[in-house]
C-alpha cells in the first residue's frame, strides 16, 4: 500500500477534463454504432493543413538537422532570438511595440496557462464564467481561491469590474475573443480592467489565442491599451490562427516593468520555464517564424476566412431556426441557447443520438453555460455542411 500523500487539490476538480469527457462519450456512442457517420463540432480543433510557407520553412529545417554544420540540439528555453524577433514585429501590426527579451515561447498557450500558476502566491483569482476550463482547474490544482465573474447575455458575455469587487490583489484571467462565447472586449472595456487592475494592484492574464478571428474594432492585443503594459501578461497561440493545434506554437509575453513581492515577473517566468521546459524544437519554430511573416499571416488568414464561412454557414441555420446565438464573428465558435429548455448535456446527447452530431455542452465551461451549448466551426467544409444539413432537419 502506498504511503505517499498526494496533492489533496486535485479532489477539488471535476474527475476528467471537459474534452476527454466528450471524447469518452463520442467513443462510446461510436463503438456501439460503427456504421454511423460522427461529425465532430465540439473540441476546437482545426481540420485545415498548415500553410505552404510553413511546410517549405519546416522542410528547410529538417534538412538543416541532417547536416552536421547546421544540426541543433537543445533550443533555448525561451525561444530562439529569430522567433522572439518575428513576434515582437508580427505586434508592431497592432501598434504595439515589445522587446523580443519579453517574449517567451513555448509548446501551447494551454501550458502556459497551467504553468504561470507556479510562480503566484495565495491572491484571489477572478476568473470569468463560461470561459476556457484550464484556468480554473489549474488554479483550483495549487489550492488557489477562486472567484467568478459572471459572463451572461445581460453583460454580453464580457464582465467588468464592479463595486462587488473590494479586494486588492487579484489575479485576472481574461480570454479575448472568449472561448466559448465569441464576446470580444472593445479598448474602453479592456481600459476599465486595466485601471481597476492598477488601482489595485492585480494582476491582468491576458489570453488572446483567437486575436485573427476579430472582425471590428476590438484589440488584438491587450497591449494596446494604454497601461496594459504595468498590469498584464499576455498569452497567444499559433494554433486557432496558423493551424498549430499539433505542430504546438504559444508565447507568453511578460512585461519587462512588472514587478511583485520585489521581484520581476519576468525573471520568475524565465526562472520557472529554465527549470522546468527544454524549449520548443528548431524545425517547429522556423514554421512559426515563417506563420508570422507577412506572406505567412496573409495564408493563415485564408485559413481563418475558411472557417468563418462555416461559422457564416451555422449562423444561418441557428437563424432560421430562430435559435439564440451569438459568436461566430469575432470567433469560431458559436454560442447557443439550447432549443425547448434543454439543459447542455441533454442537447449534447440529443444531437449526437438523432444526428451524431458532437458540440460542447455549455456547461462544462462554468455555471453560466448552462442551458448552453457550443459548435464549433473549425470542421472541414463538407462535415459543416452535412451537420447543418442534418441540423435542419432536426431541430
Ligand atoms: C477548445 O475546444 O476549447 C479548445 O480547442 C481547447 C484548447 O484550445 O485547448
Not at 146 to 168: C, H, I, K, M, Q
Not at 202 to 222: F, K, N, R, T, V
Request: charged letters at 20%; one cysteine or more.
Amino acid at each position: 500500500m502506498m504511503k505517499i500523500k498526494i496533492n489533496e487539490n486535485f479532489k477539488k476538480i471535476k474527475p476528467s477534463y471537459l474534452f476527454s469527457d466528450i471524447g469518452k462519450k463520442v467513443r462510446t456512442f461510436s463503438s456501439a454504432h460503427p456504421d454511423l457517420k460522427i461529425i465532430r463540432l465540439g473540441i476546437g480543433d482545426v481540420t485545415l493543413p498548415l500553410s505552404p510557407c510553413v511546410i517549405d520553412a519546416m522542410t528547410k529545417a529538417v534538412a538543416e538537422m541532417g547536416e552536421k554544420s547546421s544540426f541543433r540540439g537543445y533550443a533555448p528555453e525561451y525561444g530562439y532570438d529569430f522567433l522572439r524577433e518575428a513576434i515582437a514585429r508580427h505586434y508592431e501590426r497592432f501598434g504595439v511595440s515589445l522587446s523580443p527579451e519579453e517574449i517567451f515561447v513555448s509548446d501551447g498557450a494551454k501550458s502556459d496557462l497551467g504553468n504561470l500558476v507556479d510562480i503566484f502566491g495565495d491572491n484571489e483569482i477572478l476568473i470569468p464564467d463560461p470561459v476556457y476550463p484550464v484556468y480554473l482547474d489549474s488554479n483550483l490544482m495549487s489550492g488557489r481561491r477562486v472567484r467568478f465573474l459572471a459572463a451572461n447575455a445581460e453583460n454580453g458575455f464580457l464582465p467588468l469590474p464592479d463595486e462587488s469587487l473590494t479586494g486588492e490583489g487579484y489575479i485576472i484571467y481574461l480570454c479575448s475573443p472568449n472561448n466559448p462565447t465569441g464576446a470580444a472586449y472593445e479598448k474602453n472595456e479592456l481600459a476599465e480592467w486595466i485601471s481597476f487592475a492598477i488601482k489595485t494592484g492585480s494582476l491582468i492574464i491576458y489570453d488572446s489565442a483567437y486575436e485573427a478571428y476579430i472582425q471590428g474594432s476590438a484589440p488584438h492585443s491587450i497591449y494596446e491599451v494604454e497601461g496594459a503594459k504595468e498590469c498584464a501578461i499576455e498569452v497567444c497561440s499559433l494554433s486557432k490562427t496558423a493551424g498549430f493545434t499539433g505542430t504546438r506554437c504559444a508565447w507568453t509575453v511578460v512585461p519587462a516593468g512588472i514587478t511583485a513581492g520585489g521581484l520581476s515577473l519576468s525573471a520568475l517566468w524565465a526562472r520557472r520555464q529554465a527549470t522546468k521546459y527544454n524549449g520548443l524544437p528548431y524545425v517547429v519554430q522556423r514554421g512559426a517564424e515563417a506563420a508570422l511573416s507577412d506572406e505567412g499571416r496573409k495564408q493563415c488568414m485564408s485559413l481563418v476566412a475558411y472557417y468563418m464561412e462555416n461559422a457564416a454557414l451555422i449562423a444561418d441555420l441557428l437563424k432560421k431556426k430562430g435559435i439564440w446565438f451569438t459568436g461566430g464573428r469575432s470567433s469560431p465558435y458559436l454560442w447557443l441557447k439550447c432549443p425547448g429548455g434543454m439543459g447542455s448535456w441533454a442537447f449534447f446527447d440529443y444531437l449526437l443520438e438523432n444526428i451524431q452530431v458532437v458540440g460542447t455542452p455549455g456547461e462544462g465551461f462554468g455555471e453560466e453555460g448552462k442551458g448552453y451549448f457550443r459548435l464549433t466551426a473549425f470542421g472541414s467544409r463538407e462535415d459543416t455542411e452535412e451537420a447543418v444539413h442534418r441540423m435542419e432537419a432536426l431541430l
